[in-house]
């Protein structure tokens, strides 16, 4: 089984990039399992036709820590796509970071990942790691690898820098490293250039470019990703491209033989 | 009959008779091992004091943690205190970390933390321990995990090579005059217990066991654990004080045992001479008492309710049975009394209903602190936990303490004073 954590800077496309990365696993011939790590709990949507599912704490709230059961948590979207939400607080209130915790935990609790065996598993972590509740996805036993989105704003830069400090704090645990950088294209200037210099200044590898494209959005409004609702568009083989890098990184496969 | 709305979740009263081993006693059994408490400093005041009463205060140490250090993160605080006293006391072996509820909260990676520092001292076995009282209803609570943490402290060669069992889930030692050595004897087998080690090197032998007895659900992580980790094998015969079950229970392992070893020829344990002599004390106890009522409190025992079902079937009088939340392994018992002895209160000790009694007779014996306190019961038997319970011995010593507690009027007082249960 493949972990892998993709973390951006909010905003930035983490889930459009992972919902679209998930569809093209999974017509890869993977079985693929997403877990949105985001209060909002819209990571999956579009895997899911455009309908918001169950969240795991909404589900913990409504049945209590003992009434909840994976098929309360764990929906099956687009090609057969294992689609989680954990969910969060209310804003404003409470602990968003506990609320990941929790969650991960509710699945380990259940073994979902020995129920379900998927051979790719995808958190979408939100925004930076501000808290230990961010962490949870690359501590030992989560994610073994992490990919940052980014574009070449600086905004979005510096939150990925942090991120990969914040990897780095933890090199001695066990836990995920950062295999790569995807750039989702918003048409800054110099935007390649900045973006492959910040990889190389933190070490990492610029893995895929994902060019801008209205695609994404006209995908969206149908509640779909772009791979399954726009499979010729060109921003649909920016994802299967990228899709096959990234496991070609995680596991060494070859290409032709996932195909 | 339920009163207090049984099983009801509820604000909880605690009364003085409320209470068995505290997590740092039970982790203190590990020889030679160290609990560092990670904690604001309004937290664990009431362990401290146990470790005090127990005489635990030179095994414990505290870092306290500050509003500002939970604000910045404090992983390299904790590795620092850590490096303090591992510098400062060259005898520990051992070292639990203890994180309280607050790290579940904000995530503290404490399991990491133990490993780096682990790293950091070669010879020495740190493990991360969670007193996290938020986990207790769920499927880990903190003695669970935290027997998790001791029994994965082992570290030895020829894991699961050897003839013997663990008692799993027990904390204090069980006698060998229990037919429970005499019957893993005959089969070349020894038992094994926590508070029969003085070394760190020696409590290692559990893990050169080939088997784990399961006595208690506390034990069960554990044994899961060691089952995974060092190739055991567990057998599961929760302490009864009932005799059918009893002898159901070791019938059942007898043939177990029968496929992979062979029983000696002159064989010690002779089940039905046992079972005779254990009825015998049972019908002198049910005389001696003579119908005077009798409370079961799960402060007392694992079971309440079977042990009120196997006082019934031995002739006894059950007034009432205190169970603050039943158990699986209790359920059929339960069932049983509501359906076939309405007579018997069946009552949560620690529902806040409980705070407010009217106790005007007080003439029965109460098994367990906590049915005692409430009910100011004249007669009490000071078991706790299960304690140095299994098996048909165990149903005779129980006689025995029945026997006795009714000679004379108990102390209450003195007896939980002694006792020093921790909540």
């Not at chain 1, 687009?78 to 915790?101: D, K, Q």
């Not at chain 2, 799960?298 to 007034?319: D, E, N, Q, W």
């Not at chain 2, 165990?394 to 507690?405: H, Q």
């Amino acid at each position: 089984m493949v972990k892998i954590a993709i973390y951006g800077k909010g905003g930035i496309g983490k889930s459009t990039t992972t919902s679209n990365l998930s569809a093209a696993l999974s017509m890869m011939g993977y079985r693929v399992m997403q877990i949105g790590c985001d209060p909002k709990a819209d990571s999956t949507k579009c895997v899911m036709g455009g309908v918001k599912i169950p969240t795991v704490l909404d589900q913990l709230r409504e049945k209590g820590t003992d009434g909840v059961e994976l098929e309360d948590i764990v929906f099956e979207g687009f090609n057969g796509i294992l689609c989680v939400e954990a969910g969060g607080p209310t804003p404003g209130i409470g602990c968003a970071g506990l609320g990941i915790i929790s969650a991960l935990q509710k699945l380990e609790e259940l073994d979902a990942f020995e129920v379900y065996k998927p051979d790719i598993v995808l958190y979408d972590v939100l925004g930076d790691v501000v808290c230990g509740g961010f962490a949870m996805p690359i501590r030992d036993g989560y994610a073994e690898h992490i990919f940052i989105v980014t574009s070449g704003e600086m905004m979005a830069l510096f939150a990925a820098s942090n991120i990969s400090r914040a990897v780095d704090n933890f090199k001695n645990r066990g836990y995920a490293k950062v295999s790569g950088i995807i750039l989702n294209e918003r048409k800054v200037e110099n935007e390649d250039t900045i973006v492959k210099q910040f990889a190389k200044e933190e070490g990492h590898t610029v893995i895929q470019k994902i060019r801008r494209s209205d695609a994404v959005q006209r995908a969206e409004d149908l509640g779909q990703t772009v791979i399954e609702a726009l499979p010729d568009a060109d921003i649909a083989e920016d994802y299967k491209e990228c899709a096959r890098k990234i496991m070609e990184i995680c596991e060494g496969i070859e290409l032709e033989k996932c195909v | 009959m339920c009163i207090n709305h049984c099983f009801e979740k509820t604000l909880q009263y605690s009364s003085p008779g409320h209470g068995g081993w505290g997590i740092i006693r039970v982790a203190a059994l590990i020889p030679e091992s160290h609990q560092m408490f990670i904690c604001p400093s309004a937290c664990f005041r009431h362990g401290a004091l146990g470790a005090m009463q127990h005489g635990y205060k030179d095994r414990t140490s505290y870092l306290y943690i500050t509003p500002a250090d939970i604000v910045s993160g404090y992983d390299n605080l904790i590795m620092e205190g850590a490096d303090e006293l591992l510098e400062k006391d060259k005898s520990i072996k051992v070292l639990f970390l203890f994180v309280p509820c607050m790290d579940d909260f904000i995530g503290t990676d404490i399991e990491a933390i133990a490993n780096e520092v682990q790293k950091k001292h070669p010879g020495i076995i740190v493990r991360a321990c969670h007193m996290n009282p938020i986990a207790a209803e769920t499927k880990k609570p903190p003695l669970v995990t935290t027997m998790h943490s001791m029994f994965s402290a082992i570290e030895t060669e020829n894991c699961a090579s050897e003839d013997a069992v663990n008692l799993c889930g027990s904390f204090a030692l069980i006698e060998k005059e229990c037919e429970l050595s005499d019957f893993l004897g005959d089969y070349g087998i020894a038992v094994r217990q926590l508070g029969n080690y003085k070394t760190y090197e020696e409590f290692c032998e559990m893990g050169r066991s080939k088997y784990n007895l399961i006595m208690r659900p506390a034990g069960k992580f554990a044994a899961e654990y060691m089952d995974k980790h060092y190739g055991t094998s567990s057998f599961k015969y929760m302490i009864t004080y009932d005799i059918d079950e009893l002898r159901a229970n070791y019938e059942d392992w007898a043939k177990l045992l029968n496929e992979k070893h062979s029983k000696k020829e002159n064989a010690a344990f002779d089940l039905d001479a046992i079972e005779k002599e254990t009825k015998e004390s049972i019908e002198r106890a049910v005389k001696k008492l003579n119908g005077l009522p009798i409370s079961v409190a799960s402060s007392a025992v694992l079971r309440p309710c079977t042990l009120a079902k196997a006082l019934i079937k031995y002739g006894f009088t059950v007034k009432e049975v205190f169970v603050q939340e039943l158990l699986p392994v209790d359920r059929e018992a339960y069932q049983y009394i509501c359906e076939n002895h309405p007579e018997v209160q069946i009552s949560q000790p620690r529902h806040h209903k409980s705070a407010v009694r009217n106790n005007k007779d007080t003439n029965m014996v109460a098994i367990g602190f906590e049915g005692a306190y409430l009910r100011q019961s004249d007669y009490v038997v000071d078991l706790s936990g299960d304690e140095g319970m299994y098996g048909y011995y165990g149903v005779r010593r129980l006689m025995e303490m029945l026997e006795k507690a009714v000679e004379e009027k108990a102390d209450l007082r003195k007896m939980i004073e002694e006792y020093g249960a921790v909540v």
